[in-house]
């Protein structure tokens, strides 16, 4: 039957069928590799913290007991590594699933409320002055927790990478709510900017593994706002500062 619908296709349409298969073999191809990098890259991140763990660890066992000044600033960077590797492996859990996977649970909530909930737990966590400015209460359906995760990740960069204040706002503007993220940091070069939002990458290698970054919060945060039907938009200037911004559909 099928190869008798083939011959009943004229050259042109056989032509045709033939370019979109060689397409969806390019696309396949083309996805395989980004997944063949992505264990690559993945792997190597993840060996970086370790090596520091195991390389202080054996430096405390073999001089630990006869040169105890060691301690402080060992114990610093495991702890520190053990932290980042976490990080890193709950954010490639997250980053395994795909937009069907997030189960999302939304509900009414109250926008203002809920931004100025997780200014609240930033500041108190990490000791920074965050502005808030809103317009006043706005009613969505979210994901509560999700977009609370999502905020973050954009309030931690702010924090990674820029000294000043924070400034975060909520507001409506053609039926979308939004939340913006406001730093006066170090900016991102308008060159690397589209590429802030691939897997593992960072602007500056040395200068984020300093900040304690991943370089999977942006990737993370763009699966997380897809699946929930939001858009972001990163603007930034270097040496300038940054802005995040958070669009949710309202309807
Ligand atoms: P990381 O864990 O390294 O911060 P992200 O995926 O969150 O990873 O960000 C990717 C890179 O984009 C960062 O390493 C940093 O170079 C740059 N970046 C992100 N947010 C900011 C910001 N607010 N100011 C300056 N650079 C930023």
Redesign the pocket.
């Known amino acids: 039957f099928k190869r008798l619908a083939l011959k009943e296709k004229s050259q042109d349409e056989l032509y045709e069928m033939g370019k979109s298969f060689n397409h969806m073999i390019d696309l396949l191809e083309e996805n395989f590799e980004k997944q063949e990098q992505f264990v690559s890259n993945a792997s190597h991140e993840l060996k970086t913290p370790l090596t520091v763990i195991e390389s202080y660890s054996s430096l405390l066992k073999r001089r630990g007991k006869e040169r105890p000044e060691l301690l402080e600033e060992s114990v610093d960077a495991i702890h520190s590594e053990a932290v980042r590797m976490r990080e890193m492996t709950e954010q490639l859990l997250l980053l395994a699933k795909n937009s069907e996977q997030w189960d999302l649970q939304p509900e009414p909530a109250d926008l203002q409320e809920l931004v100025q909930q997780s200014v609240k737990v930033f500041q108190n966590a990490y000791g920074r002055t965050v502005l808030f400015e809103s317009s006043g209460p706005i009613m969505a359906y979210v994901d509560i927790q999700k977009l609370k995760q999502l905020i973050f990740?954009?309030l931690?960069?702010?924090r990674?990478?820029?000294d000043e204040s924070i400034t975060v706002s909520t507001g409506t503007r053609e039926r979308h709510a939004f939340v913006k993220i406001l730093?006066h940091?170090?900016?991102?070069p308008k060159e690397?900017l589209p590429k802030?939002?691939d897997r593992f990458?960072?602007?500056?290698k040395t200068?984020?593994r300093k900040?304690g970054?991943?370089?999977?919060?942006?990737?993370?945060?763009k699966e997380m706002a897809e699946a929930m039907g939001a858009r972001i938009e990163l603007e930034?200037v270097e040496g300038l500062?940054?802005t995040?911004t958070i669009w949710l559909p309202l309807d």
């Open positions: 990740i954009f931690d960069n702010a990674k990478y820029s730093d940091g170090i900016g991102i690397e802030v939002f990458y960072r602007v500056d200068r984020s900040q970054g991943t370089g999977l919060g942006l990737s993370l945060a930034s500062g940054t995040a």
